[in-house]
């Protein structure tokens, strides 16, 4: 018992001696000249302190610091970077003698930093890591690892109130941060500690308001850091998103290999709106350029209902704005090395419905090449490869698009709320193009493609009752009317196409029926919407079945049928005129076969 009396008197007396001397013999803001020089000397910036800094002691020794701030480089606005409310470190006293940190409590309060960037591209970051400071430490100086310290304890770290303004004088943008909260809960290293923290962001074109909490480990040896059970929930809005107002839940586990520079992630749950999505993420980001692999898969997304509803552009002319237009900025992509698999259950956009879409993209030295694109598409298959080369200040791109299969009909229907068109189809384009500029995307694009349809029937008109009208007034009766459906049947229509300077040429168009052959030509115009097809049809026997009897007079006669008109409205007209043409020619031709047949009798047969 005297033994363990005298050492409490022993310790007592150590903390008491040590704390005198700290207040008496030692006080921090002698200091304070000499920290404000050497930042001077190291940075060229000014730090000013001008609270008086102050002891806590036993059980903690620490240190309480307020109105510190320090300045951005010279000519910068506003003049500070960093200014501090409050900051508090406190450090338990007795095992620092056997190389043991144990933080008590770390706090900051009320800091404010101001990150400019000026327009010439000079930073407030200029000149913290320069050479100086480089050569300052040398192989001596033990890093964080090199100590080898026993262990590190922290009871807690709260961070409150703090502001991050971000600069941008080129644009004559700030974006504005505030760390409502951050809060690290008891840490010891190779043991989970909890973290949660609460911000804002007010950005040029939307607000931004975020949560989360989440467990964090630290290996011994400082090369392993562990997030388990991050839960995050984020709301924006703003003008440009959609209704104004969205929010997204993610929930993560994740681990850093701080030695390779290498990250991963498995996404348990990923939830914008009504799209969920779960998947893993890898980041290596050693080299200059970081590689990223993503593997996703996504349920059905509705793209529409993301989308506001509205009527102003129908009713407001669409303003040409071509000449102002100016191309994307893709220069981001040259610092990407990013491939990522998709796969999604469903997509729902400009009333489209596809289903079972897989996904595989790379992008590497500014190419995003889509290896493979493949989807469901109304009961048929859709599959595209493409790639857009943005290593050009203007994007070029090419494409390779095959559909097998498809039900055109209910396609066409949601797609242009058409019902021009009915039957199995096959389609395949290759094209290449330049610029990313909508309207440029018409004209610049070059592409040579096949169409096949068949077992269809195309709505809109019907050739073989045009037919019989034009027979009955090739023969005087102007009154004849029908009330049959427009709509021609055929076993199979197909061509092939091509695309230049914003207009679609189709030259071998071939239509077959049990009852008529259609071949024609002619163009769409996709910058004006109108078209412009000339047509010959014939009769291959009668109407019979279409609602005619008996051979037909103009069997084997070349009938001309004119598409015109527009995309949403195509108007059908007989070419009357040239139809009576080409009777009278058959007429005069079977005339004259009569008039030889006569006279070859008459002469004996000769």
Known sequence: MTFIKWLLVILVTFVVAVTLYLTVFFDPNDFKPEVVNAVKKQTGRELVITEDLSWTFFPTVGINLGGVSLSNPEGFTPKSMLEVHKAVAEVELMPLFSKQIEIVQLSLDGAKINLVTRKNGSSSFDGLTGSTADKSSTPSEPSLSQAKLASIDVGGVSITNTQINLIDEAKGQTQTVTLKQ???????LDKFAPIAYELTASLPDMTLSSKGEGQIKLSHDFNQLVIEKLDIATQVEGDAIPHKKLTAEVSVNSQIALDKKQLSADINKFAVEDISATGKLAVHYAGKVPQINANLQLGDIDLDALLPKSDTAEKQPIASTSSQAIEPDLTALNGLDARLTLAVKSIKVANLSTQN???DLGIKNGVVDLKQLTADLYQGKLMLNAQVDARSKVASYQFDKQISAVQIQPLLKDAAELEILAGTANFSVKGKGKSLIPEQLKKNLLANGRFEITDGALYGVNIPQMIRSAQAKLKGDMSAETQEE?????????GNFSLEHGVAANP?????SPLIRLAGKGSANLLTETLDYRLTTSL???LKGQGGSGKDALAGIDIPLAITGTFQKPEYALDTQ????????EETDKAKEKLKDSLLKKLGGF
């Open 357 to 359: 879409w897989l996904m």
């Open 486 to 494: 427009r709509k021609t049947d055929f076993s199979s229509l197909t």
């Open 182 to 188: 951050f809060t690290l809960g008891a840490f010891s």
């Open 540 to 542: 291959v026997n009668s």
């Open 508 to 512: 071998d168009l071939a239509m077959s």
């Open 578 to 585: 040239a139809l009576l043409n080409n009777q009278l020619k």
